[in-house]
């Protein structure tokens, strides 16, 4: 024990000595880091005067966003305003004013918002920085200003639009009206629309009131205004037929009745307006587009030669509204609606003519007065039971012009028609080009037919390419065609096509635009006709020819065998023989006999050298010995994602050269695979997904069959051949929101018609890319674009793109917007009769190439056209002359004009006024 307390204390005294003299001294400061923050003392803010909130806006009505005014003293651009403890944008006006925008998100809180005015510490002057006292921020209420329109129609065909003007509006907002809520659609805190449903705007005598309201915490309420919902009196406009004839009072010697109802044209009609006849309600509906009604005739409408009084009548709280009365004339003799054409050329040859009427007399019972000059019965016939009739005009009756009268006349008590005035003039129309066929070719490709599609085409239109005129066939009145020498493919650039008609009338139609790309296509193989017609046939001793059926092919494509180069010629596919690669291309390649006696599979490419072009995907031709089995499937060719035409997967395979042996057993890509009952088999879904080549082969009785393949095609790069329109005038849009349809003409747009896939190709027009609809039953191409995106001359490109499903981009089309505008063409008025005194005459205008700015001109009246909606033909217009137009009876001249650039006056159709 002794021992152990010594060791104890020998240690003790050497680890003294080791430490020395520094135990009986203070441990020495760490050295400072420059970093570590040196504790200070607390300096509480300092209290900034009151504040107060002045003018309170909404300044973003999409986002909420509010302007407030913040006002006291002593504020500095160090100044940030807070609101519940958020920091918001601060702007300093002076010191004495700050403008703060506070976000919606903010403002969500249940609880009253709390504004304050911050100095941040270590501003100078604050080193504790500063505070203010807390100021209540209130919502602006909303106020509503006016409302437009303030009266509206009872019983709408559609929600109608109000525009709703205030201050303070903010998106959520709803409009409150008659007891329901529809959403208010904001572009500014100052204004908004907002659509009522037919159903809101029921007839009632009383005036209706309307607020807005925004529902939150709390709800935020305008004082409402006052919307007035009425029953206008409805206005008859027009009928159709515009006459009709007593066929009744002749006991059936008139013939039939040609309708059994009229339509009716009017305004602010009403779901329950209904026609009267004599003051007599009719059996009415009310048509799809809302502007017509269709009355049933009575029984007795046609016993007796006399003039009914039309009305309209609606029914409202301050009792029936009833329109003016409009004529409607029975009449005893035949009544002759329109004629079509209005006019024909001089010197016409096999000239038809479109007469509409009633009362005509039973078939075979009436004759035509031309010029008052009986035609022979043979000339004129009833095409249909409802009153279209078809007169050829012998062509002696044109070799002069002028104005000739047309009348119906009745053979069993002579009694004819008002004349209608056909004119046979020496004029020309201005011609028209709408489209060329082909569109898009490549450097090299082969020359041949250029079709020009439009109208108003003469025997004398000659077709001009860059300025020369080429030799013309005139396959129509809307088809030309002409030849492409080797000059206009053999560089690349645009060529500008148009159609000249010479004098008196003619002129030059807009230019079309033919591309001629440097870049060549792809060729693609999609089938090999070897001298037996099939992709197998045996080997022999002579030369053979082949031919190949794809796209894409040009005279520079080359057949290539196994990478070797063969004779080649290039063949014309179509009839007629289309200039370029046309829908179908065809190559014929010589095989000589040194590569013909050679069994088994030979890859087989097509070969077009650049610019562009490349080498085709291989397609295999099976030379056999003659001996064995073969095999032919169908299809041969799928789409990636097909299942073939039953959508199963079935493959049908037919056999040749088995005698009277089954199929035992069947390979694909070396894998047995079931034989199903009617010469079928199944691919799986993996094989009908993925692209790539199926090597199909068989046994029968022992022996296996030559190979054939099944080929699975990925997207391919798509082929545009043409484009219609390919010109359109600036400024062609009837509305803001019109849409011009456009057609595309090529190959490879989709997938095949097997195929399970939804196609996503789309049309590039210039920056834009639109869908492309498929047009059945064709595999061509349809998009619209909104006008307002072509407006503006300049040439834009248009391609297809499939890029989307693993595809490639077409070489473009070229669109030409061009400044001028087209010559119109009036080619039918309905009615060509007016009645004399009638309040107001509704004319519907058919014709071509018509402007916005055309004019419709009748007399001294100049009027605006009005495209019809859904109306079968697009180029059918309606127009509303005053009851001033048909005052007077006489025969009126109308024609259309448009002004310049380009345009014209059209020729004229003369309507009577009895």
């Not at 792809?522 to 037996?532: N, R, V």
Request: contains cysteine; neutral net charge; charged residues 20%.
């Amino acid at each position: 024990m002794r021992q152990a307390w010594m060791r104890l204390g020998l240690c003790l005294l050497g680890a003294l000595c080791a430490c020395g003299p520094g135990l009986s001294q203070p441990p020495p400061l760490p050295p400072e880091n420059p970093d570590t923050e040196v504790p200070q003392p607390h300096i509480p803010p300092v209290m900034l005067p009151p504040i107060s909130v002045g003018e309170v806006a909404v300044v973003d009505a999409i986002f909420a966003e509010l302007s407030v005014q913040v006002l006291g003293s002593g504020f500095s651009s160090r100044c940030v305003a807070y609101l519940d403890n958020q920091a918001l944008q601060t702007r300093f006006v002076s010191g004495t004013e700050l403008r703060v925008t506070i976000p919606r998100m903010l403002r969500a809180q249940p609880t009253p918002s709390l504004l304050e005015v911050r100095i941040p510490p270590s501003t100078p002057g604050f080193p504790g920085g500063a505070r203010s006292p807390f100021a209540r921020v209130i919502d602006p209420t909303p106020i509503l200003f006016a409302l437009h329109p303030r009266t509206l129609e009872s019983e709408p065909s559609e929600p109608v639009r109000v525009i709703v003007s205030g201050e303070n509006l903010v998106n959520g907002s709803e409009v409150v009206f008659r007891g329901g809520r529809y959403p208010l659609v904001l572009t500014t805190p100052f204004e908004g629309t907002v659509e009522l449903p037919p159903a809101a705007l029921g007839a009632t005598p009383e005036q209706t009131l309307l607020h807005v309201e925004l529902r939150g915490r709390p709800d935020l309420t305008t004082a409402a205004l006052p919307l007035t919902v009425s029953s206008p009196t409805p206005t008859l406009i027009g009928v159709w037929p515009p006459s009709l004839n007593a066929v009744d009072l002749h006991q059936g010697k008139a013939g039939p009745a040609k309708t059994d109802a009229l339509l009716v044209r009017g305004a602010h009609l009403r779901a329950n307006t209904v026609v009267k006849w004599n003051g007599r309600p009719l059996v009415t509906t009310r048509q799809a587009d809302g502007k017509h009604l269709r009355a049933e005739l009575p029984l007795e409408a046609r016993q007796e030669a006399t003039t009914i009084s039309l009305t309209l009548e609606s029914p409202s709280a301050q009792g029936p509204m009833t329109s003016a009365s409009h004529p409607l004339p029975v009449r005893t003799a035949p009544v002759l609606y329109s004629l079509s054409p209005p006019w024909v050329r001089v010197r016409s040859t096999n000239t038809s003519l479109e007469l509409r009427g009633e009362g005509f007399g039973e078939r075979g019972q009436q004759t035509v007065l031309w010029n008052g000059t009986p035609l022979g019965p043979e000339s004129f016939s009833e095409r249909t039971d409802a009153g279209v009739w078809t007169l050829q005009v012998p062509d002696a009756l044109l070799t002069q012009p002028g104005v000739i009268s047309l009348q119906v006349k009745r053979t069993f008590d002579g009694a004819e028609s008002t004349p209608l005035f056909v004119q046979v003039v020496e004029e020309s129309p201005a011609p028209f080009a709408s489209s060329l066929e082909p569109s898009v070719l490549a450097v090299g490709d082969a020359p041949g037919e250029l079709h020009i599609e439009g109208d108003s085409f003469t025997a004398q239109s000659v077709v001009l390419v860059d300025g020369e005129a080429r030799p013309t066939r005139v396959l129509s009145a809307s088809k030309l065609s002409t030849d492409l020498i080797p000059w206009d493919v053999e560089r690349a650039g645009v060529r500008t096509v148009t159609v000249r008609t010479p004098a008196p009338g003619g002129g030059t139609s807009l230019p079309l635009l033919l591309a001629v790309h440097v870049q060549r296509p792809m060729p693609s193989i999609e089938a090999i006709q070897g001298p037996e017609g099939g992709e197998t046939f045996p080997v022999r001793e002579a030369p053979v020819r082949i031919k190949l059926l794809g796209q894409g092919f040009s005279p520079v494509s080359v057949v290539r065998w196994d990478g070797q180069a063969l004779p080649t010629q290039w063949r014309c596919a179509s009839t007629p023989c289309m200039a370029g690669a046309g829908e179908r291309s065809l190559l014929e390649a010589d095989i000589p006999a040194e590569l013909a006696r050679t069994r088994g599979a030979v890859r087989v490419t097509v070969f077009t050298p650049g610019p562009g072009g490349g080498e085709s995907r291989a397609r295999s031709l099976v030379l056999t010995s003659g001996l064995e089995p073969t095999l032919s499937l169908q299809p041969g060719n799928l789409d990636v994602g097909a299942s073939s035409a039953t959508r199963d997967g079935v493959v049908r395979f037919t056999l040749a050269n088995t005698g009277e042996s089954a199929l035992s057993s069947l390979f694909v890509n070396g894998v047995e695979r079931p034989i199903l009952g009617g010469n079928t088999f199944l691919l799986s879904p993996a094989e009908r997904n993925t692209e790539g080549i199926l090597e199909v082969h068989g046994y029968v009785a022992g022996r296996k069959s030559a190979p054939v393949y099944l080929y699975i095609h990925a997207a391919r790069i798509p082929r545009l051949l043409a484009l219609s329109p390919g010109v359109l005038s600036q400024g062609a849009a009837w509305t803001r929101n019109a849409q011009q349809d456009f057609q595309l003409q090529g190959q490879d747009f989709f997938w095949a018609p097997e195929s399970e896939r939804a196609s996503r190709a789309t049309v590039g027009l210039g920056p834009y890319s639109l869908p492309l609809r498929q047009s059945p039953p064709s595999s061509d191409g349809r998009f619209s674009a909104y006008l307002l995106t072509v407006d503006g001359p300049g040439v834009r490109d248009v391609t297809v793109s499939r890029i989307a499903e693993g595809g490639g981009v077409s070489p473009a089309a070229l669109l030409n917007v061009v400044s001028e505008r087209p010559a119109p063409l009036l080619t039918k008025l309905e009615p060509m009769t007016a009645t004399v005194g009638a309040p107001l005459l509704k004319l519907r205008v058919h014709g071509k190439r018509f402007h916005p700015s055309s004019l419709l001109h009748w007399k001294g009246l100049k009027m605006s056209l009005e495209p019809v909606a859904g109306a079968h033909d697009a180029d059918v217009f309606e127009v509303d002359l005053p009851a001033s137009a048909v005052a007077e009876p006489g025969v009126v001249e109308v024609t259309i004009e448009t002004p310049p650039p380009g345009g014209g006056t059209s020729l004229p159709i003369r309507v009577v006024v009895e």
